[in-house]
């Protein structure tokens, strides 16, 4: 028998080292020091993912924590954009550096990379986990307590490399409420135990409109079920988001640091409990 080489792929045998669990974990940066790490999953693109990961890093950095995110959802990256961040990232010997956003919060994406940012990124499923997996590797993430990745959306074999790569704390669903929630919330639950990584809670995004006339609330997607679900796979509600205009202009002009609203602290306060840094 040849020697080990240590990769199962490219060998037959059927050894202690096939058999053993392998932890596939990429390496940090020796400059990065990561404390917390939470992925926001959805199961399809555009039901809020992107704003669900920007407010959350936000309202944590409001309470005094370095926070950052990496921007894993590279087909569709729009964390930058959120910011207002039109630099692009630069490099030294030691690393890729993040841009820091106004109020300190350190940002990696494809976008800060893109000669032009509306250029589409047409790359395949290996290219597109590689370079999540060196935003992890090659950034150098300076003293962040809690990193929120914004995952690409669904549940296919691009989120599940990142998954596989990035050393998870919990993860946190966002779901509209005229979605096909349980199933979403089956699929996140059954990949997070797959990993072994424990859910956090559910985001119910575009829950509602209250009436800024009358107050009254309307559910535009029709009623929640998300208590229901949340209960039924032994998790909690974090949030219950309403449809807000001036959120989806805070998000679309770049300022989602001056956004003014409480759906997010009952989120935060389950982090700080879950998650201690
Ligand atoms: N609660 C909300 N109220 C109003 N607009 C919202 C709300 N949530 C999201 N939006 C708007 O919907 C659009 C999609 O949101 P977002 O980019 O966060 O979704 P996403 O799930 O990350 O999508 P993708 O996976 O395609 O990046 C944005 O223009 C955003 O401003």
């Known amino acids: 028998m040849s020697e080990c080489t240590h990769d199962c792929s490219s060998c037959a045998q059927n050894c202690a080292s096939r058999t053993a669990p392998q932890d596939l974990h990429e390496k940090l940066n020796d400059l990065s020091s990561v404390k917390k790490v939470i992925a926001v999953v959805s199961g399809k693109g555009g039901v809020g993912k992107s704003l669900v990961t920007s407010a959350m890093a936000v309202e944590l950095n409001r309470r ?13 990256p729009s964390i930058p954009k959120a910011f207002g961040i039109t ?47 060196q935003f992890w590797s090659e950034v150098i993430w300076k003293d962040v307590d809690y990193m929120f990745v914004d995952m690409p959306p ?32 089956s699929k996140a639950v059954k990949m997070a135990e797959l990993m072994n990584v424990p859910i956090l809670g559910l985001v119910e995004n575009m829950s509602y409109f209250k009436c800024p006339d009358c107050g009254k609330e309307h559910k535009i997607f029709g009623d929640s079920h998300i208590d229901k679900i949340a209960a039924e796979y032994g998790t909690r509600v974090l949030a219950k988001v309403p449809i807000d205009p001036d959120l989806a202009k805070s998000v679309d002009t770049g300022t989602v640091e001056l956004f003014v609203g409480d759906w997010f602290e009952n989120a935060a306060n389950t982090i700080e409990d879950e998650l201690k840094v």
């Open 64 to 76: 005094g924590h370095k926070t950052a995110i990496l921007d894993a959802d590279i087909t569709g």
């Open 154 to 185: 669904g549940t296919g074999d691009v989120p599940l490399t990142v998954f596989q790569s990035i050393p998870l704390d919990g993860i946190i669903v966002v779901a509209s409420p005229q979605e096909l929630v349980s199933m979403i919330v």
């Open 87 to 133: 630099e692009r990232a630069k490099g030294n010997e030691f690393g890729i550096i993040p841009e820091t956003t106004k109020t300190g919060i350190d940002i990696m994406s494809v976008n800060l990379l893109l000669e032009n940012t509306t250029d589409p990124v047409v790359w395949r499923g290996p290219v597109i986990s590689g370079t999540v997996k």
